[in-house]
């Protein structure tokens, strides 16, 4: 059983910064495959990030693209979403989801084991 912990959600101005954070439990959180996800209001949960085992290879929505970064410390056993240049349609609940089974990226909601509970992002304008 892995259980993740989404953190650093809140409310910011159109332009700002945020960073969340996702900590996993377990000895082997560097097995998974991690990934960012995101639900607006009266939205289908959406694709925003994943990054390999090791960290070395990423990749965004092109809705993201150059806005935000996706990070990892494994030592730490944490995921990270450095969130810049926000925009209101960022708006969203934000939800990190490991990926056991993969060793490459993936944007299948269903190719995900595990899921935290989300963490409010709201960008006002």
């Known amino acids: 059983q892995l259980q993740l912990v989404e953190s650093g959600g809140g409310l910011v101005q159109a332009g700002g910064s945020l960073r969340l954070s996702c900590a996993a439990s377990?000895?082997?959180?560097?097995?998974?495959?991690m990934g960012w996800f995101r639900q607006a209001p009266g939205k289908e949960r959406e694709f925003v990030s994943a990054i390999t085992r090791s960290g070395s290879t990423t990749f965004y929505a092109d809705s993201v693209k150059g806005r935000f970064t996706i990070s990892r410390d494994n030592a730490k056993n944490t995921v990270y979403l450095q969130m810049n240049t926000l925009k209101p349609e960022d708006t969203a609940v934000y939800y990190c989801?490991?990926?056991?089974?993969?060793?490459?990226?993936?944007?299948?909601?269903?190719?995900?084991?595990?899921w935290g509970q989300g963490t409010q992002v709201t960008v006002s304008s």
């Open positions: 989801a490991a990926d056991f089974y993969r060793a490459t990226l993936t944007t299948r909601e269903q190719n995900y084991d595990y």
């Open positions: 377990g000895r082997t959180f560097s097995r998974y495959v």
